[in-house]
């Protein structure tokens, strides 16, 4: 099989949480470790820090990742969901992982793992962690997938664990408070292995405490010393942080989500330098700096073009929409336009509650089928006062926003990472063909 065969094999022949939600998804950790054995273990040949958390999660870890790399590291990261293509999960020094590998893995260990039956989760996190192996990382930046308790990423034993935050969601799988879902997510935290925790709720709070306790793990909650102190917006439209420690650091990933983010890792930078790993200010600078183009982050407030303005953001949920909500309405322009859809496992009336009346909407859905039809979403829409129509699929939604917008105009692109994947795979393929029309012409 070729690479694209070995995707198409993976996508249709395991459980994909992405394409198909609960039933991809597969409690406990007996297929995980079974992998892991099976593969020799890979997951204790180099150092890792554990990322949780209901948001911000995939920020945190790319930006620490970046900071890593300008410490002069090789570094493993390892997130979810991708945007465009499948490799884009697994890096090493931001590069991904090479087709080659991915095809070869699969072709060598499927008569191991077919019979077990895992999920495309745990197959893909058994990938990671061998490639990192075989890539002899330094240290890896892992993701949590869902939740962590039972999540297959927690058979790592990790330097530091963090989690950045929590708020209702998934929560058909880790329960439907604030407390129960700290209390999955806080399964992350492991005997004598510190914890950095970036925001609590009077909620939460204690489910972290009694668990780091419990555990005899020293935890420091990153809100409570705030290592950033403020934000300057330069004439030139860059933000910078003023920080204890670091002195002005610049702010390239946009969202104003993004100052919270940035304490939860100055302060996880603090702590992995008390254990020992090098992290000087000048390497938190460049890596703040250059998160994008050392680990490939795209899709948080990820620009992608002036005149008009047009923003794309993977904020999927309540407590993402809390901060995207007041910063669409902070917009000065002519008109705000939205292309919106969300998937079925969210809560879609909640996050409509929170959205701006002002804007003109484009409502959409995603190509899978976890995705809420856009009629329906239109439906809802409208009973909150939103106005706007109804498109099949994201790119002619965002078609008709970009026909219809005027050069001060604000479009926005969000509500689901799979609403923002499809937007970046529609632009990429669109860019590819162009680039094969202008080198037939030549």
Known sequence: MNYEETLTYLFNSTPVFEHVGASAYKEGLDNSLALDRHLGHPHQQFRSVHIAGTNGKGSTAHTLASILQESGYRVGLYTSPHLVDFRERIRVDGLPISKEYVVDFVRRERPFFVPLHPSFFELTTAMAFQYFAHRRVDIAVVEVGLGGRLDCTNILSPLLSVITNISLD???????????????????????????????????????????????????????????????????????????SYGSLPLWLGGSYQLRNANTILYSVNELRRLGIRCDEEAVRRGFSRVCENTGLMGRWQRLQNRPTVICDTGHNVGGWEYLSRQLKAQVCRQLRIVFGMVDDKDLDSVLALLPQEARYYFTQAETHRA????????????????????????????????????????????????????????????DQLAKSSSASR
């Open 372 to 431: 809420i039809p856009s009629g329906t979403v239109k439906e809802k829409a409208i009973q909150r006062g939103l106005v706007g129509e109804s498109y099949a699929d994201v790119p002619s939604a965002y078609r008709a926003a970009l026909s219809d917008a005027n050069p001060e105009d604000f479009v926005f692109v969000g509500g689901s990472s799979y609403v923002v994947a499809d937007l970046l795979t529609s632009l990429t393929s669109k860019d």
């Open 170 to 244: 998934h929560t058909g799988f880790l329960g439907d408070t604030l407390e129960q879902i700290a209390r999955e997510k806080a399964g992350i935290i492991k005997p004598h292995i510190p914890v950095v925790i970036g925001e609590t709720t009077p909620e939460t709070r204690p489910v972290f405490l009694e668990t780091a306790q419990r555990n005899e793990a020293d935890i420091h909650f990153a809100q409570e010393e705030e290592e950033v102190t403020g934000q300057i917006c330069g004439t030139d439209g860059q933000t910078w942080l003023t920080t204890r």
